[in-house]
């Protein structure tokens, strides 16, 4: 059997993935709920709503009405059980080859179509959870002293960023201006970044919400996080630098993030989910690894076509689970389509390195492209491409799709 879209087979969107997105076209302007397969864009809701009237492949009615919505928030909220009869569904239509005729007529040509933000994003969170990413930056801006801060490993340390911001991938990113000021200047001067970087980050959409004074379970994640995504957390590192003491991040991060334009649903990660590393401190109760969440996702940043580096995912030190838990531990509620980045991605290795801040090492060893030139940070005009790849069941491959962004020059101020 080879299903009824051939070209899913051996492919990033292969029927054991089914990532959903929002997409409109050239006929139809109307922004819809997709689900991508090989090189097509399943119509969820016109595929659901015609399947509703059909004996071959029915589906709920309330389901048809969730997909039918303009973007996944309804679809996201109401939660496991319809995620899971959504899946079972498009799983069983996808997946037999008898169907290709009932599906033809909803699948659009992924290289026809345009993607949109798929989700309404809530509230905004960004982690630093990778121990690796955290020394690195440690060693680099604070040479003198411990690299990890003392509470490094005993909490998720994270700030709240901007949804409004929140862009899908293709969105392209206008240099930002800023106050800078190194050590050494006598004051501050207001100028474009001129050390614009990209920060490798995986996202976690929550689905279902909770109530203000809940907290949420390590084994709960499951029950509130509908998916995951790619994250690129842009990051002007000389307004971030005079900026961050002592609130955190602030405008050095908060004029955009770009996501990707697929949510890979949980269930499609089941393969990938591994142990954390090793906990050095003894964690509170309510960070235990109960359920171990870590993901064996390979990461991949890209600049105007060369490889930078190749992240792995496993080597999180925090996972979404415990970074749910930590999030919520003080009462603090959730709403559906509030989105939490894990913090860069940086493995031991230089060549798993996710920020230009690390690669280059602050500038002082530029990485080379292979057109020849070389960056410490982004030019004008610079692309930057994200993937990521996770094990899924039978060998097959989970991609989540291209992350991508063009940076434009800054706007002219008189
Ligand atoms: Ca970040």
């Known amino acids: 059997m080879t299903g009824a879209v051939p070209s899913a087979a051996g492919s990033q969107f292969p029927v054991e993935n089914l990532p959903y997105g929002v997409f409109s076209d050239l006929v139809d302007s109307t922004r819809r709920i997709g689900v991508a397969i090989g090189d097509f864009v399943l119509d969820a809701g016109a595929a659901a709503r015609t399947a509703g009237a059909s004996r071959a492949a029915p589906l709920a009615p309330q389901r048809a009405i969730e997909l039918s919505a303009k973007n996944l928030n309804p679809f996201m909220a109401a939660g496991p059980t319809a995620w899971r009869e959504v899946r079972s569904w498009l799983t069983d239509l996808l997946g037999d080859e008898e169907n290709r005729a009932f599906v033809a007529p909803f699948l659009c040509d992924v290289t026809a179509v345009t993607l949109h933000l798929p989700f309404e994003v809530a509230d905004y969170v960004d982690f630093y959870s990778s121990e690796h990413h955290a020394t690195n930056v440690g060693r680099i801006l604070r040479p003198d002293a411990d690299p990890l801060s003392p509470n490094w490993k005993h909490l998720p340390i994270g700030y709240h960023g901007r949804s409004g911001t929140v862009v899908v991938s293709g969105t392209p990113i206008r240099r930002p201006w800023g106050q800078h000021k190194v050590p050494t200047d006598p004051a501050p001067t207001f100028a474009p970044s001129g050390r614009l970087d990209v920060e490798v980050e995986v996202g976690f959409v929550v689905g279902v919400g909770t109530e203000l004074g809940q907290s949420v379970s390590v084994s709960a994640f499951p029950d509130h996080v509908f998916g995951a995504c790619l994250l690129n957390d842009w990051s002007a590192r000389d307004i ?47 960070l235990a690894d109960t359920e171990p969440w870590g993901l064996d996702l390979r990461l991949e940043l890209e600049c105007n076509r060369t490889i930078l580096s190749r992240p792995r995912f496993a080597t999180m030190y925090w996972t979404g689970a415990q970074q749910l838990a930590h999030m919520t531990v003080n009462g603090a509620s959730l709403r559906t389509g509030d989105l939490f980045g894990s913090g860069t991605v940086s493995g031991p290795t230089a060549g798993e390195r996710g920020s230009l801040l690390e690669l280059s090492w602050n500038g002082r060893e530029p990485v080379l492209l292979d057109d020849g030139t070389q960056r410490s940070f982004l030019e004008d005009g610079d692309v930057v491409t994200m993937r990521a790849m996770a094990p899924g069941i039978d060998d097959t491959r989970i991609g989540f799709g291209d992350v991508t962004g063009r940076i434009m020059a800054a706007t002219a101020r008189s």
């Open 240 to 286: 971030q630098a005079f900026e961050y003491v002592p609130l955190g991040p602030f405008l050095g991060k908060s004029f955009a993030t770009s996501i990707s334009p697929w949510i890979v649903p949980l269930a499609a990660l089941e393969r990938a989910r591994c142990t954390p590393p090793p906990r050095d401190v003894p964690l509170q109760d309510y």
